[in-house]
């Protein structure tokens, strides 16, 4: 599968690695059928209508999210489709959004709120970390939160403070909460609509700058799969709940891209980096296998470790800080699991443990093609 | 609709302050006095006197009510004296006692209809058995077997907040739910005064008030915070005051009076029920006794206070009223007070049977399905205690 990225969204990529992705995505253009490209963004707000469709449970709240359609337009025209009851604007309070959804999943509803950007989520931690997460816990499974916190994270769009954080080790360190973080446009629909059929609250991170990043991609078909063939919302034929579940992506990573020599392993807004960093080495002759997790928490161990026994080297990509983070957690279970198989320690590539930079710097904190390739380099090549 | 603009809310606002034929002002903020109908010696003070504002009926409650209303008082305080006692034998880890707000406790409770929810604070243990919540399962909390001992959805009542008024939120989440699927549910968000300071009572209150939910918002009082009395916590004229600046009427009533707090709450449940959005209802009380057992009050306040607010206890007032009325004879207080030993004595049997946690608990709940890395933890925490187990009957064997 490949992603193209938009053109202010690659700022990390060196310009030969940028076109060794337009030339891919031109390849996977000309094999497959024919399909007009779709946004990441288009697909989210196709998963939110269906998902609304589907079940007259699910309302969808939050900041600028109803008459704007939110600051990235992801609930763009839902509110004049389903109503105001369905898809509204809240008061600026976090804190206040994530705790009514809490007492709306308690009630019957499936809540799916919007935190404007990462790091506005902030407010919203102590609802999030004391409830949202420990609810099903503390009632011995009689309350059951099916719940969705999207949230716009991570960098690489030139952004101000407060608006690139990368979040998700907080909320992976977090038990109780599960956090999805899709690369691709197919998967951001599929793993929308499976966080908002899950029965347990996700976490969901929705890479920013690849809002805008488009694939070729039959929607419909994506829609009629997931749906059991039908777009009326009836629930789905047994030939239809069989192909969602071929499709399913929570505690599933994906090989989303083949190779023999080394193991990138990504999720999120990484993913783009390190399949332009596999098409880079590709063309010095190094096979380079890509690993996109796709749900942080549950994590897959079995397809990543599968992969890095595979290859007997690895090298994790995440942008946010290293130090305790997800990449930490990633690199230590597969050094745990594959010891064996390895033929030089797992490498981390990720942010420096410093503050988001400023839009001028990001560019030196963010992983790079040439700072993957660096690491591979390190991988103990020579026997 | 869920969503309402400000014009909007202001004219239903003042729609309702027009039933009563009273100003917007005066509904908002009929807080000139506290609302107290029992005077301390149990007579019915003179109406005059009661506090209440030209244009706020407050309805006097049945007598028979009101002996049933004592009975919980009673029982409340049984409730609070044996598990107190408990704590100190070691049969609980903890116990916050509502001693001396017994009748805000019950008056919670006994406010609501069938339908109605309640979101409690660790203190109000009293509040959820009044609305029923079996007391042993109340109690679970407290003697450390798990974080909650009860279902919320069959009581409709939330597990007791630890974290000062995250509740509030999911009290407002609740009643948002039922408002979109057109039920009438009214629910009620219980706080104390230090617990008025936080954030998200801010949020819970303005969400309210925008949403036009049917909330009651009710604020126990009890003059401390642990330590910290009310005038650390706020420079407002009173708590009540703060719903005003939400567009919320806010009211103040004696929350040792169970029939001034019985007339106010279900005024304040009916009103919330018929579309008039939420109010606030502050109670002054106080905490007769320390914060936990693991505080020591001596250290923050005078004795000389504490015995002035003995005084004003709740249980003799009521018990009081009831007997000038001839509505209480030796015969129904023998009952009463063998209802309440009753109580006491399922706690007791309840919280001294042994019950041997299941270690593989730890696993079941976190998600609705473990996932992979839980089922690894669970057989490793299986394996370890297999292992213990045939050492100790190896040993045992020897």
């Keep these: 599968m490949t ?161 690139c954080d990368s979040s998700e080790s907080y909320y992976a360190h977090t038990p109780g909460l599960k956090v999805y973080a899709p690369s691709t446009v197919a998967d951001a629909y599929r793993m929308l609509r499976e966080a908002i059929d899950s029965d347990d609250p996700v976490v969901f991170l929705e890479p920013k700058k690849l809002y805008w990043s488009k694939d070729a991609v039959d929607l419909d078909a994506l829609r009629a799969a997931y749906d059991g063939g039908s777009r009326s919302g009836a629930p789905g034929t047994p030939h239809g709940a069989a192909q969602r579940a071929a499709q399913r992506t929570e505690g599933r990573a994906v090989v989303a891209r083949e190779g023999t020599d080394a193991t990138l392993i990504a999720y999120g807004p990484s993913v783009p980096t390190a399949l332009a960093a596999a098409e880079a080495a590709a063309a ?100 | 609709m869920s969503t309402s603009t400000d014009g909007e809310s202001a004219v239903a606002l003042d729609e309702t302050a027009r039933r009563f034929g009273i100003t917007l002002e005066d509904y908002l903020l009929p807080t000139h006095g506290s609302i107290r109908i029992l005077a301390e010696n149990g007579e019915i003070r003179p109406v005059e006197e009661q506090g209440t504002a030209p244009g706020h009926e407050y309805p006097m409650p049945e007598l028979e009510d009101l002996k049933d209303a004592y009975e919980a008082l009673v029982v409340g305080r049984r409730v609070n004296d044996q598990n107190s006692a408990l704590v100190r034998q070691g049969r609980m880890a903890v116990y916050p006692s509502s001693h001396g707000q017994e009748a805000c406790q019950v008056a919670a409770a006994l406010c609501l209809g069938e339908g109605d929810w309640m979101f409690p604070t660790y203190r109000d243990s009293v509040a959820v058995m009044t609305k029923g919540v079996d007391p042993v399962e109340t109690m679970t909390l407290f003697r450390g077997d798990w974080h909650g001992g009860y279902d919320p959805t069959e009581y409709r009542v939330g597990i007791q907040c630890t974290p000062l008024t995250t509740q509030l939120l999911h009290a407002v989440g609740v009643a948002h739910a039922a408002k979109l699927r057109g039920e009438d549910t009214v629910v009620l ?75 106010v709450l279900r005024r304040a449940v009916r009103l919330a029920r018929d579309g008039s959005g939420p109010l606030l209802v502050e109670a002054h009380t106080y905490r007769m006794q320390a914060h936990t057992n693991a505080d020591d009050a001596t250290r923050y306040r005078q004795d000389a206070e504490v015995q002035e607010w003995m005084a004003k206890d709740p249980v003799t007032r009521m018990r009081a009223y009831l007997a000038g009325q001839g509505a209480l004879d030796d015969g129904e207080e023998e009952r009463i007070a063998a209802s309440a030993e009753a109580v006491a004595a399922a706690l007791r049997d309840g919280l001294n049977a042994e019950v041997a946690p299941d270690p593989q608990d730890l696993f079941r709940y976190v998600f609705t399905e473990p996932t992979p890395q839980l089922r690894e933890q669970s057989a490793l925490l299986a394996d370890e205690l297999a292992r213990t187990a045939a050492d100790s009957s190896e040993e045992a064997a020897r």
């Excluded at chain 1, 309070?93 to 809540?111: K, L, W």
């Design chain 1, 3 to 163: 992603v193209t990225t938009s053109s202010d969204a690659n700022g990390n990529v060196s310009t030969a690695t940028a076109q060794a992705v337009r030339e891919t995505a031109r390849e996977s253009e000309r094999q497959s059928r024919p399909a007009a490209p779709v946004t990441l963004a288009k697909a989210l707000n196709t998963a939110l209508a269906d998902a609304m469709e589907a079940s007259g449970d699910v309302v969808l709240f939050g900041e600028d999210i109803g008459t704007l359609g939110g600051v990235f337009r992801i609930t763009d025209g839902l509110t004049a489709r389903f109503g105001e009851h369905r898809c509204f604007d809240t008061p600026l309070a976090e804190s206040g959004i994530v705790g009514m959804a809490v007492g709306m999943a308690m009630n019957g509803m499936r809540p799916v709120v919007e935190m404007q950007f990462d790091a506005f989520a902030y407010p919203a931690l102590e609802q999030i970390f004391s409830h949202v997460a420990k609810m099903h816990n503390r009632t011995r499974g009689a309350v059951r939160l099916p719940m969705v916190i999207r949230i716009p994270y991570a960098g690489g769009i030139g952004g101000v403070e407060h608006h």
């Design chain 2, 189 to 263: 968000a219980m706080c104390g005064d230090g617990a008025t300071s936080e954030g998200d009572f801010h949020e819970a209150l303005n969400f309210a008030a925008v949403f036009k939910l049917p909330v009651v918002f009710f604020v126990q009082n009890n003059q401390y915070a642990i330590s910290v009395p009310l005038a650390h916590q706020t420079a407002a004229p009173s708590l009540a005051h703060k719903a005003v600046g939400y567009g919320m009427a806010g009211e103040r009533v004696d929350g040792n009076d169970l029939v001034a707090l019985l007339a």
């Design chain 1, 284 to 383: 010095e002759g190094r096979s380079l296998e890509v690993v996109d997790v796709r749900t942080i928490v549950p994590l897959d161990d079995e397809t990543l470790c599968a992969s890095v026994r595979k290859t007997g080297r690895a090298v994790v990509i995440a942008e946010t800080p290293g130090f305790a983070s997800v990449a930490s957690e990633i690199t230590a279970r597969v050094q745990e699991r594959c010891f064996h198989s390895l033929a030089a320690p797992v490498l981390r590539v990720t942010g420096f443990d410093v503050p988001y930079p400023a839009p001028k710097l990001e560019e030196y904190f963010l992983p790079s093609v040439d700072r993957i390739l660096d690491a591979v380099d390190d991988l103990q090549w020579e026997a």
